[in-house]
C-alpha cells in the first residue's frame, strides 16, 4: 500500500512538471505511456496472454516520442520511426530472457512464450522480429534521418543480430539465450549512438 502511495505521488508531480514546465503534449503523452506499462502491461497482460511483450512493447517504446515532443512541442514522423525501432527490438530481446528464465515463469504461472508454445516457437519468433528489425532500423536512412555513417553502423549490428537468431536455431547452448539478450542491450545503445554520430557528423559537412 505505501509503495502504491508513494508511486501515485510520483505520477502525479511528474505530470504537473511535465504539464507545467515542458508541454501539455508530452504529459500526456507519458501519461498514456504510464498507464499502458504499470497498468494495461504489468497488471493485466503480462498474467494473460504470452503475446504480453508484443501487446505492452508500446509503452516500452515511447521515450524516444516523449523526448521528440518535450523538445518540439510536436510528434513528427522521425519520432515515430524510432519508436517503432525500440518496438521491433522489444521482443526478442525479452524472449531471449525468457527462454533463460522459462522455469522461474512458469513456477510463478506467468505465461511468457517459451513458457506455453515452448523454447523452439519462441525462436522462431526472435528470428522473425530480428528480420523485421533489419528492415525497420533502414528505415533512418531511406527516409533521409540519417546518412551513410548510420546505415554502416546499423547494418553490422543487423549481422550480429541475425548471427545470435539463427543461432538460436541451431544450438542449445544454455548460455546463448542470455548472450543474445545481452547483444541486444548494446545493439540498441550502440544503435542510438550511430544516430547521432551520423546526425553531427551531417552538420559538419553542411
Given at each position: 500500500m505505501q509503495a502504491t502511495a508513494f508511486a501515485t505521488m510520483l505520477a502525479v508531480v511528474s505530470m504537473l512538471i511535465l504539464a507545467l514546465w515542458v508541454n501539455p503534449l508530452t504529459a500526456a503523452l507519458t501519461f498514456v505511456a504510464l498507464i499502458g506499462y504499470a497498468i494495461i502491461y504489468t497488471a493485466y497482460l503480462k498474467h494473460a496472454t504470452p503475446q504480453n511483450i508484443v501487446i505492452g512493447g508500446a509503452a516500452g517504446a515511447a521515450p524516444p516520442v516523449l523526448g521528440w515532443t518535450a523538445v518540439t512541442g510536436a510528434v513528427d514522423h522521425n519520432a515515430l520511426i524510432l519508436f517503432l525501432i525500440i518496438y521491433?527490438?522489444?521482443p526478442p530481446h525479452f524472449w531471449a530472457l525468457a527462454i533463460h528464465r522459462r522455469r522461474d515463469y512458469a513456477a510463478v504461472d506467468i505465461p511468457?512464450?517459451?513458457v506455453t508454445h515452448g523454447v523452439r516457437f519462441t525462436v522462431w519468433h526472435i528470428l522473425f522480429y530480428t528480420i523485421l528489425l533489419v528492415i525497420v532500423t533502414t528505415m533512418p536512412f531511406l527516409t533521409g534521418m540519417s546518412g551513410p555513417l548510420y546505415l554502416s553502423g546499423v547494418?553490422?549490428?543487423n549481422v550480429g543480430f541475425l548471427w545470435y537468431a539463427f543461432r538460436l536455431l541451431q544450438d542449445h547452448d544454455e548460455a546463448l539465450p542470455m548472450q543474445t539478450f545481452g547483444y541486444s542491450i548494446i545493439y540498441l545503445m550502440v544503435l542510438f549512438v550511430f544516430?547521432?554520430?551520423d546526425h553531427y557528423l551531417q552538420m559538419i559537412l553542411r
Open positions: 521491433v527490438w522489444t511468457m512464450l517459451p547494418t553490422v549490428l544516430l547521432l554520430a
